[in-house]
């Protein structure tokens, strides 16, 4: 069931995600920091705001959550391996690098989810993500292994099932 869109609520979110982000980057607490904290953080929604970047479209509030989390599991587990096939191929000197650059569909999803999704390709070793389109996502493959992944589509289904709007349709 979707919740409807609320601008408020979305800056409020919006307010508290960025400030808990420096908080966790900053690692300074004292009074005069957190102030300091506080106003940057609105400051900067409040450039977000009035440069309406954030729509119903491109909001976190059409994002499950728990899936999300689900998926920042499992995305971190593919980037452990990923890496070790790059350091295998690196490491077997007769390996012949078969470098290309694939186009693949992007997700018929919010803009938010095909940034996660792009950004996800990109966070992953092996793969970079080169350009988005809105139908099309060029990507640059380091060897024949990490094209077949991306052609399965497996990221591609997680990151799906994460939009919340999109998926009361199942």
């Known amino acids: 069931m979707n919740k409807a869109y609320d601008k408020r609520r979305q800056t409020i979110t919006i307010f508290i995600t960025i400030f808990l982000f420096w ?9 005069f920091m957190l102030l ?3 106003i940057s953080s609105l400051g900067i929604t409040l450039i977000i705001t009035k ?7 491109n909001s976190i509030q059409n994002l499950r959550i728990n899936q999300l989390l689900k998926y920042s599991i499992w995305l971190i587990r593919e980037i ?4 070790l096939k790059v350091c295998l191929i690196i490491i077997n000197p007769s390996h012949k690098v078969k470098p290309e650059i694939i186009e693949i569909e992007a ?9 996660l999704y792009a ?6 070793p092996g793969t970079l993500t080169l350009d988005v389109d ?12 990490f094209k077949q992944s991306l052609l399965t ?3 591609a289904k997680k990151v799906d099932v994460i939009d919340g709007r999109l998926n009361d349709r199942s």
């Open 23 to 31: 908080l966790l980057l900053s690692g300074l607490y004292t009074p």
């Open 36 to 38: 300091l904290g506080i």
């Open 51 to 57: 440069m309406n970047i954030i729509e119903q479209d």
């Open 80 to 83: 452990i391996v990923s890496n």
């Open 107 to 115: 997700l018929d999803v919010s803009k938010i989810t095909n940034v």
């Open 119 to 124: 950004n996800s390709i990109t966070l992953t």
């Open 134 to 145: 809105k139908n099309k996502m060029k990507i640059h493959t380091l060897d024949v292994v």
């Open 153 to 155: 589509q497996e990221m």
